[in-house]
């Protein structure tokens, strides 16, 4: 089904045997998920391309030639070799009958870096951002003036205001959004091929909703929507759709903790973003873990596993360092824990994290030093999309100089 690699080696090659004519250019859109390349932002930029191609409108296949067609570019936002850090992601493509050589025809930050220079010369380069709404870089420096379409659910950084879709709506996941952007041009024509599609989208929106619990305050009407949308072309019985979805939500979540084997520093980059907020640099990495597990099997020794959390924090040059660690506890159930690291051997924001601590219900876990702290987090609803709003916010009323 995906043939992303073979269509980017084509035009590639195209463009290093002959020269484009400037007139005549051919419109090329790279679909973008956020950095963290989680399962949601792999997904919708997939999906967006995917239906962009096969869904392309009567009018534009009357208006346009075959050789002016638009061609649309998932590109993932991670190197190639950190696919293999997501089991989750492995897991869902397997079950929706993707092959291996279908995987191979994605398309990752270091298939298309090396050539952006000469693409962006010699073709109309457009981006369309999914599950965020700021560009980072490499692609900041460049393209801030050719965003065509924006469909996202974090905060608005009100940027880029006058693009031709800007649809930015706290819904549960991304991958709602772009399921009803095409919901009403792909009931008309879907085909069989679109059951696995189907259910590869369906498997975000479970996960980001965590079944469509509305109680954990993640579920908009449109989750909900797209959800009905995507188990009817999959011709699920109303009477097996929770049994189907629940047994589907399980196994990836099986799939997404099953992370032990990976290195301490291979499990802080696996889902990691970063922002720079008032001249702060500050990153926030998710783990699928408990602070008690990751501990034993530093052979109880919490000192190994600070030591790789300084490590990541300076090899990124962090000013905060947070590790949201989520997991279920088998008497308990969902658990949340947070870890906080500073840029110095001393807190010189002590008013910003006591009002941290007090928003998110922060409760101390160990005897904490200076530098770091870590937390259990009872306030599980807070996600790091909320979290990052909420460090926004505090950074805005408590201002913080460096020393």
Request: hydrophobic residues 40%; contains cysteine; aromatic residues 12%.
């Amino acid at each position: 089904m995906f043939e992303f690699v073979k269509k980017f080696s084509l035009l590639i090659n195209k463009l290093n045997n002959e020269v484009i004519v400037t007139q005549q250019r051919k419109k090329l859109y790279f679909v973008l998920g956020n950095e963290s390349a989680d399962l949601d932002s792999i997904i919708s930029s997939i999906a967006y391309a995917c239906l962009s191609q096969q869904l392309i409108s009567p009018d534009e296949l009357n208006s346009l030639s075959t050789s002016s067609f638009p061609i649309y570019f998932p590109i993932i936002q991670i190197p190639k070799s950190d696919f293999s850090l997501r089991p989750e992601c492995s897991y869902v493509f397997s079950e929706c009958e993707f092959t291996e050589s279908d995987i191979s025809q994605l398309l990752f930050l270091d298939d298309i870096l090396p050539h952006l220079d000469k693409l962006s010369s010699n073709y109309d380069v457009n981006l369309i951002l999914v599950d965020h709404n700021k560009l980072i870089s490499p692609w900041s420096e460049k393209f801030n003036d050719k965003i065509d379409t924006i469909l996202d659910h974090h905060q608005d950084e009100r940027l880029y205001l006058n693009i031709k879709c800007r649809q930015i709506e706290f819904v549960g996941s991304a991958t709602s959004l772009v399921v009803l952007h095409f919901k009403d041009v792909w009931k008309k024509k879907i085909s069989r091929d679109d059951f696995r599609l189907a259910k590869l989208l369906l498997a975000p929106i479970l996960v980001d909703t965590i079944l469509l619990d509305v109680s954990k305050e993640r579920t908009s009407n449109k989750d909900k929507e797209a959800v009905q949308f995507l188990l009817d072309i999959l011709n699920i019985p109303k009477s097996d759709q929770d049994f189907y979805t629940s047994n589907y939500f399980n196994a990836i979540q099986s799939a997404k903790f099953n992370i032990s084997h990976l290195s301490n520093i291979d499990l802080l980059r696996k889902d990691y973003k970063e922002w720079n907020l008032n001249n702060f640099n500050i990153g926030i990495s998710s783990v699928n873990w408990s602070l008690e597990g990751w501990i034993q099997r530093e052979d109880d020794n919490i000192d190994k596993l600070i030591d790789s959390f300084k490590y990541f924090k300076d090899e990124k040059k962090l000013d905060i360092f947070i590790i949201m660690l989520a997991y279920n506890h088998k008497n308990k159930g969902f658990q949340r824990e947070f870890v906080f690291l500073s840029n110095k051997n001393k807190f010189i924001y002590e008013e910003f994290l006591q009002q941290l601590e007090v928003k998110l219900s922060l409760k101390p876990l160990f005897s904490n030093m200076d530098y770091i702290r870590f937390y259990h987090q009872e306030s599980i609803n807070y996600s790091r999309k909320q979290i990052y709003i909420s460090i926004k916010d505090l950074l805005q009323q408590y201002p913080i100089n460096k020393i």
